[in-house]
């Protein structure tokens, strides 16, 4: 079954950390652009980081710079999200998703091309 499953999200304070997986299932991660995206509520999802398929290429929203990194393991076909110094504005729910044979900047910014999303996993932010 082709599909992403993201894990890692929970409840944390003001200044914690989290580390997000996303693994994918039934293709190869080498070769997609991959990328992380948040929903806060009553709010549109945006793209927080993105890489390209070649890793080559990074894009960080201004809001995360400094605090998050996106990185992958292709043996084990998984996209992590390191989150540091956690905000309260951080909260949402943080999707995956991929797409071929864009560059990071598109991944993030132009969503109708991504192929699969995963199904999210909640991050709270609150002391």
């Known amino acids: 079954q082709v599909q992403l499953v993201e894990s890692g999200g929970g409840l944390v304070q003001p200044g914690g950390s989290l580390r997000l997986s996303c693994e994918a299932s039934?293709?190869?991660?080498?070769?997609?652009?991959a990328g992380w995206f948040r929903q806060a509520p009553g709010k549109e999802r945006e793209g927080v980081s993105c890489e390209s398929a070649s890793t080559l290429s990074e894009y960080l929203i201004d809001s995360v710079k400094g605090r998050f990194t996106i990185s992958r393991d292709n043996a084990k076909n998984t996209v992590y999200l390191e989150m540091h110094d956690l905000k309260p504005e951080d909260t949402g729910v943080y999707y995956c998703?991929?797409?071929?044979?864009?560059?990071?900047?598109?991944?993030?910014?132009?969503?109708?091309?991504?192929?699969?999303w995963g199904q999210g996993t909640p991050v709270t932010v609150s002391s």
């Open positions: 998703a991929v797409a071929r044979g864009y560059s990071a900047h598109s991944t993030c910014t132009y969503t109708t091309h991504l192929e699969l």
């Open positions: 039934g293709f190869r991660l080498d070769g997609y652009a």
